[in-house]
């Protein structure tokens, strides 16, 4: 059996979990997420626990079996405390502001560059340098941290660009000056 699916998911007080046929929602203090399981998975809410079961062990059951049960964990941990990734802007005159439901980016372009901000996520700045994301989905969370960060990835020779903020960047040494 799955090592990850078999675990029950225990369900901390203030957050409600709901199973309509196929559709598992959960809310609580954060948000509400839903997510709809695959055919082959029974998903029960049992002593305050979520239990995910397959039909059997087929190679195809077996991979959902721990999918889902992560997803579900996911969405559980997510409404009780949001997720949060913090990312931090390095270079001159490299910063970041919040204009209505838009992230604008000054990161050494000719051009601001301007992402709007997805449903469910809130974006903070602490300073004009550094940029908090939070949210109940990881995967929004996660996806919108990496759509920032592909606008300037560091660069391994002054290390200036978007890096989430416990990221080590390799440096460089560059080109050995004067051989003659």
Same mark, same amino acid.
């Given at each position: 059996?799955?090592?990850?699916?078999?675990?029950?998911?225990?369900?901390?007080?203030? @957050?409600?979990?709901?199973?309509?046929?196929?559709?598992? $929602?959960? $809310?609580?203090?954060? *948000?509400?997420?839903?997510?709809?399981?695959?055919?082959?998975? =029974?998903?029960?809410?049992? =002593?305050?626990?979520?239990?995910?079961?397959? #039909?059997?062990?087929?190679?195809?059951?077996?991979?959902?079996?721990?999918?889902?049960?992560?997803?579900?964990?996911?969405?559980?941990?997510?409404?009780?405390? #949001?997720?949060?990734?913090?990312? &931090?802007?390095?270079?001159?005159?490299?910063?970041?502001?919040?204009?209505?439901?838009?992230?604008?980016?000054? @990161? *050494?372009?000719?051009?601001?560059?301007?992402? #709007?901000?997805?449903? *469910?996520?809130?974006?903070?700045?602490? =300073?004009?340098?550094?940029?908090?994301?939070?949210?109940?989905?990881?995967?929004?969370?996660?996806?919108?941290?990496? &759509?920032?960060?592909?606008?300037? #990835?560091?660069?391994?020779?002054?290390?200036?660009?978007?890096?989430?903020? =416990? &990221?080590?960047?390799?440096?460089?040494? *560059?080109?050995?000056?004067?051989?003659?």
């Amino acid at each position: 059996m799955s090592r990850i699916g078999k675990q029950p998911i225990p369900v901390p007080s203030g @957050v409600t979990v709901k199973i309509d046929g196929r559709d598992v $929602s959960v $809310s609580g203090s954060a *948000g509400s997420l839903s997510l709809t399981v695959h055919k082959n998975m =029974d998903v029960s809410v049992e =002593d305050n626990q979520v239990l995910v079961r397959r #039909p059997n062990d087929k190679r195809e059951n077996r991979a959902l079996h721990g999918l889902t049960r992560s997803l579900i964990n996911n969405m559980v941990i997510g409404v009780a405390k #949001p997720y949060e990734k913090r990312l &931090e802007i390095v270079g001159v005159g490299y910063n970041a502001r919040v204009e209505g439901k838009q992230l604008v980016l000054q @990161v *050494g372009f000719a051009n601001k560059i301007t992402l #709007p901000i997805p449903d *469910g996520i809130s974006c903070t700045l602490p =300073d004009a340098t550094h940029v908090v994301i939070n949210g109940p989905d990881k995967q929004a969370v996660g996806q919108f941290a990496a &759509e920032i960060r592909k606008v300037r #990835p560091p660069e391994p020779y002054k290390g200036k660009g978007i890096r989430y903020q =416990d &990221e080590h960047v390799r440096r460089k040494a *560059g080109k050995a000056f004067g051989s003659k």
